[in-house]
Each structure stands twice: as structure tokens, then as C-alpha cells.
């Protein structure tokens, strides 16, 4: 598993748990569960399905408008 995804997949963990929300400002991300997971961009708030089968594709945990995490 490569270290960039550890603290999102733990995210996923967490918020499968039963958690509403999990905030990942360092990813620029919040997760949260909508029949699936959903991300969605602390920058622009755009939200967006990642599958089960895309967890461990880092691209999918990007906004997909590009926004860019803050530093």
C-alpha cells in the first residue's frame, strides 16, 4: 500500500464504521457514506463516488476538477 493512501484508507475504515463524516484536511478531502463512498473536495466541494475497486487508485481520491491541496 503505498503511505500517501494509508491515512484515506483508514478514512474509509473509519467512516464505514458507522462514523458520518471523516475530515481529512491534509488529503483536502472529507469522506462520507451515500449507498457507497463519497469524497468530496474540502476546496470546492464538488463530491464524487469512489468504488471499492478504485480504494487503492490515488488518482480517485483527487478532486476531479483539479483542485489542489492546501499546503
Partial sequence: ???????????VKTLLRGIEIVHLPDQ??????????VARCRACE????????????PGWWSCPKGCRRSA
Fill in 1 to 11: 500500500m503505498r503511505t500517501e493512501l494509508a491515512p484515506i484508507l483508514a478514512g
Fill in 28 to 37: 483536502g478531502i472529507d469522506l462520507l457514506f451515500d449507498e457507497g463512498v
Fill in 46 to 57: 464538488l463530491s464524487w463516488t469512489v468504488r471499492n475497486a478504485h480504494f487503492t487508485s
